[in-house]
């Protein structure tokens, strides 16, 4: 099959020798990342190798690697070394890296504790929850250009953000969906922006991008297997 995306110059993910050293796992398809300025031990991101925008523009062949292969091992793996992971794709909207990918993040982490996403935080936000699956992230994608995704344990919530919302909306709406921001308001020591890292967050960065190297040491091992 002939891709539209394959490689975007000046995408970060993209340029794999830039990213090479937090790759903790990879397959045919997809890659495992720790991130910078992750928000707890345990986090790390789950990309697709080609260049794709957000993950409705992901064609289906390698979304049923990810939905078969990736992400319950991930979740597995997470939740057994850290606590049961949320994960969250923003779709366009909120994005700060213009390539597709998926946080993992645990539910309990350094500071913060929270049973679900899904409940506690998107309800707050007005936004529609749509419960649904791939067709209906790309039924969004479709309609309204952009959304955030959201996965806890085996269910998935698609909320479309309207590109005719105001300005003040989107500013809002930015900021209560950004993870680093409702952690953060709950007691999590994520920083706020990953590309501005105090010399104190990224001591605590390193220690903890360390401990999840260390933990999910096996996971590229299970990818290979699998």
Not at 100 to 107: D, F, Q, T
């Amino acid at each position: 099959k002939n891709f539209l995306f394959i490689f975007m110059e000046n995408c970060i993910f993209c340029d794999r020798k830039k990213i090479e050293g937090d790759i903790i796992a990879a397959t045919q398809n997809w890659m495992i990342k720790i991130g910078v300025g992750i928000a707890t031990p345990g986090h790390v991101i789950a990309i697709p190798k080609l260049h794709f925008p957000c993950l409705a523009d992901v064609p289906d062949n390698l979304l049923d690697d990810y939905e078969g292969k990736i992400h319950p091992i991930l979740q597995g793996e997470i939740e057994e070394h850290f606590s049961a992971p949320f994960s969250v794709e923003y779709g366009i909207f909120g994005q700060t890296v213009p390539h597709a990918h998926v946080h993992y993040i645990p539910l309990s982490g350094e500071g913060y504790s929270l049973q679900s996403v899904v409940r506690e935080i998107l309800p707050k936000t007005g936004i529609p929850i749509l419960k649904g699956n791939r067709q209906t992230l790309r039924d969004t994608r479709k309609k309204h250009g952009r959304y955030n995704f959201f996965i806890e344990g085996k269910n998935s919530f698609v909320c479309p953000i309207p590109a005719d919302i105001s300005e003040e909306t989107s500013k809002f709406l930015d900021q209560e969906l950004n993870y680093r921001y409702f952690l953060k308001v709950r007691g999590g020591k994520v920083p706020l922006i990953w590309g501005k890292i105090t010399p104190e967050e990224k001591r605590r960065d390193d220690a903890w991008k360390e401990e999840t190297r260390e933990k999910l040491k096996g996971l590229a091992h299970i990818l290979a297997t699998v």
